[in-house]
């Protein structure tokens, strides 16, 4: 098997990075126990050490902002970045605090090796908000390690066995014991021996070491060298989406809230990529600020829902259209937290051809239209855009039906024959048709094609009239005929089983 670990170093404070809605602007820390855990760069810069105390940190850089560590939402972020890792292999684990493991030995060939799949890999997390060390060994125990000491086997695209095992061995020898899942007080033991290499520690006759330290470090050594199974858990994928960010500051700005929601809008476009399925509705919840004294309808979450013409599973077009739909509601004066729920979603498979550029890139036959009818849709609203739907009924005036702006037909492959060939329907139809049809003298009318015959509707009532609407029966033989200023006509004479009534035309629509 081949495991691969990416470790998320700064992964507590980056948790609360994200949630500023301006961006990162001044020195942060992640403190723990009153101690300095997670410095970012800026606090590092200032003179802000790892291990210091809460108060000698604030010393030295008073814009300092510090962060107490929040172990739960730790785990919920890295569950946040397995549902992302599923793109990549089935098999992901969640190893807490601060790393995921992913089994890739079936992928390589789909990524096309080893190299390409970590760099996207690599890409893939950084586009969540997050920097990982990624490393690849035979054991999850020696991925994670090699992972945390920032090391990697140097391995080719498509590592055989043994390559992969002698190239892991040999990198693990250099990582730190610490880097190791052994217990911290076998550490502190091990560093008084002398001993701060995984190498020097896998020398050592294993059985003198079960006697001094226990089973437990014997059996962390098998699970690294690959002499002792280590099944790891795996994370299952998430059936529905919902995301949520509570903000640390609030905001009043329609435009400040973009980022926050571009955040949330990636980690949709990762769920729906493992998923392989396109939201067709989502809905965002804005919650307000609202205090002690405030009343309970002011603290209530504003909705916005957001619907698409066809399935979308990109990031920067769900956040398009959701922007043009928040710029005609109204928002709390003051915007705390922020949720995203995937309502509806369908397979990507469903959302019409697609074909390759030049740079191989699949879009979809139909992209630029539904685009369209996306932004005007989230400009405007859900009812002020309508489309005519077909509908399976013969009587044409219960053919087409208007309906929400979701143009379903538009998103299955064009037909290869045009309308009214033979192949694709043998009887042409008109584009106008009449509110109701009208009468007329057939003398004036030169018949070029017909008749199609429609006898349909007779389960909703019994036999009616020749102008039956749409909950009455027809009975019709319809003609295309040209008028005598030479417009091509749709005429159609009602079946009657009196032979003695009178033979009456009717008009019911032109060709363009």
């Known amino acids: 098997m081949l495991w691969v670990a990416a470790h998320l170093p700064q ?10 809605p301006h961006g990162v602007q001044q020195p942060m820390v992640l403190a723990e126990d009153g101690r300095v855990r997670l410095v970012d760069d800026r606090a590092r810069s200032a003179g802000v050490a790892v291990g210091a105390s809460l108060a000698t940190a604030l010393s030295v850089a008073p814009q300092l902002i510090h962060f107490e560590r929040d172990p739960a939402a730790e785990i919920e972020r890295l569950r946040v970045l397995a549902t992302m890792a599923h793109r990549f292999t089935p098999t992901v684990s969640v190893a807490p605090p601060a790393a995921l493991l992913l089994e890739v030995e079936g992928s390589l060939n789909l990524f096309e090796g080893l190299g390409p799949l970590l760099g996207r890999l690599r890409r893939a997390v950084r586009r969540l908000g997050h920097g990982a060390a990624l490393a690849a060994a035979h054991t999850p125990a020696a991925a994670l390690a090699l ?3 920032g090391l990697e086997a140097p391995l080719s695209d498509f590592p055989d066995r043994a390559e992969l095992t002698q190239r892991a061995c040999e990198a693990l020898a250099g990582a730190p014991i610490a880097c190791t899942e052994i217990e911290a007080r076998s550490i502190e033991r091990l560093a008084d021996m002398g001993l701060f290499e995984v190498g020097s520690l896998i020398r050592l006759p294993r059985h003198e070491l079960g006697k001094r330290f226990g089973p437990g470090l014997v059996e962390t050594l098998g699970k690294l060298t690959g002499a002792v199974p280590d099944p790891r858990a795996p994370e299952p994928l998430r059936e529905r989406f919902r995301s949520s960010m509570h903000l640390l500051e609030s905001v009043s700005s329609k435009k400040v ?6 955040r949330l809008a990636v980690e949709l476009e990762a769920w729906l990529t493992a998923r392989q399925l396109g939201a067709r509705t989502l809905r965002w919840f804005f919650k307000p600020l609202a205090g002690r004294s405030a009343c309970h309808s002011a603290s209530r979450s504003t909705a916005l829902p957001v619907r698409f013409a066809q399935p979308r599973i990109r990031a920067n077009l769900l956040l398009e259209i959701s922007a043009l739909a928040l710029d005609r509601i109204d928002l709390p004066a003051e915007v705390m937290s922020l949720s995203l729920v995937a309502d509806a979603v369908e397979p990507i498979a469903q959302t019409g051809s697609t074909h390759r550029d ?16 996306d932004r005007v849709t989230a400009r405007l609203n859900g009812e002020s855009v309508r489309a005519l739907r077909r509908i399976d009924d013969h009587r044409p005036e219960c053919a087409t039906a208007l309906g929400p702006a979701t143009l379903p037909e538009t998103t299955q492959p064009p037909s290869a024959e045009p309308l009214g060939s033979h192949s694709a329907c043998p009887f042409l139809r008109p584009m106008w048709l009449l509110e109701s049809p009208h009468p007329v003298n057939p003398e004036r009318y ?5 008749p199609e015959r429609i006898e349909t509707g007779w389960w909703e009532s019994p036999e009616g009239s020749a102008l039956s609407t749409a909950s009455h029966s027809a009975r019709r ?4 005929a040209m008028n005598p200023d030479g417009a091509r006509c749709w005429l159609f004479r009602p079946r009657t089983l009196d ?7 009717y008009l019911h629509g032109y060709f363009a």
Request: charged content about 25%.
């Open 446 to 450: 030169r018949i070029l094609s017909g």
């Open 257 to 262: 809230l973009r980022l926050p929601m571009r």
């Open 358 to 373: 030049l740079l191989g890139e699949g879009t979809s036959a139909c992209q630029a239209p539904m685009d369209f009818v």
């Open 499 to 505: 032979s003695n009534e009178a033979e009456q035309w």
């Open 147 to 149: 992972a945390k000491a």
């Open 477 to 480: 033989d319809y003609f295309v």
């Open 11 to 20: 992964l507590g404070l980056e948790i609360f990075q994200r949630r500023q």
